[in-house]
């Protein structure tokens, strides 16, 4: 709208601004002067319209560019809003207003509104360039679905041991002390209270009403689902990585990763305790 209403004031420019007839003469003959022949009011009406429309374009094709300490939006509809006030007294003021004035005028109208309702109608404030957006695939910060996150034990991606074999002894990881207990326990007496605590099913998890958070690795690499349903996985859980339950739900375990996400393994056939 902008545009086109600076199109029009820059083709008014060329039409007679005056249509001054005297009686008894041939108005053919008559050449009344256009925009060009003056000065004052082709540059406060015309081209200052043109200028204006100038700026409310590149302002919104490169936001926040200003001119003395205002937005370059800002001056053009300040700028438009001049060429309208100056076209409106002009129109006034001459008895025999021409086809380029009439028209200059109504363009100017066209594009005073353009300019000072874009800031105002929600569908005019988007940029006419599309910012570039994120990189593709990383989403909130984390690695896609697949990717290799940072290199370290348990991560995905990262040099993991032959599957059934002993992790690293770390605070936390199964073989190493775990919260509660010391670092070094009596062999005996760790292997009796492992004799009287429940034992699960082969393969699968404690019973909902008796669950404890434990350790487990999978035997082959499968997804970790949303806790909120979603169909799509979060992260692939990999062989010979220990990853801690710390939940059931029906045959499912609530999983929690190295780097801290939470997520569902519908299929918990085959894993391994800790």
């Known amino acids: 709208m902008v545009i086109g209403a600076a199109v029009v004031l820059f083709i008014a420019s060329f039409l007679d601004y005056s249509s001054y007839c005297p009686q008894g003469i041939d108005c053919s003959k008559i ?54 006030w100056t076209a409106f007294w002009t129109i006034l003021d001459i008895s025999n207003a021409g086809a380029g004035l009439i028209l200059g005028l109504l363009a ?6 353009g300019a000072v309702a874009g800031p105002l109608v929600p569908f005019l404030k988007a940029p006419l360039l599309s910012p570039a957006g994120p990189a593709q695939g990383v989403q909130g910060g984390q690695a896609p679905y ?10 995905p991606g990262a040099q993991q041991q032959p599957y059934g074999a002993q992790p690293s ?31 699960p099913s082969q393969g699968g998890a404690a019973p909902a009403g008796d669950f404890a958070p434990f350790w487990f690795a999978v ?3 499968r997804p970790l689902y949303g806790e909120d349903g979603s169909p799509n996985p979060i992260a692939e859980l990999a062989p010979g990585t220990w990853y801690l339950a710390v939940e059931q739900r029906g045959q499912s375990l609530i999983a929690q990763t190295q780097d801290g996400r939470r997520g569902v393994l519908q299929d918990t056939t085959g894993i391994q305790r800790g």
Do not use: E, H, T
């Open 146 to 155: 697949g990717a290799q996150p940072g290199q370290g034990y348990g991560y």
């Open 31 to 84: 050449d009344n002067p256009n925009a060009w022949d003056s000065l004052g009011l082709l540059m406060s009406v015309f081209l200052a319209g043109v200028i204006a429309a100038a700026l409310v374009v590149v302002s919104r094709a490169m936001p926040g560019r200003k001119v003395a300490w205002l937005d370059l939006g800002q001056f053009g509809a300040a700028l438009s809003v001049f060429a309208l």
């Open 108 to 113: 100017a109208i066209v594009l005073a509104a």
């Open 219 to 221: 035997p082959v690499a």
């Open 169 to 199: 002894q770390g605070y936390g990881y199964p073989g190493g002390p775990q919260q509660g207990q010391p670092a070094q326990g009596d062999p005996a007496q760790a292997q009796a209270q492992q004799a009287q605590a429940p034992q």
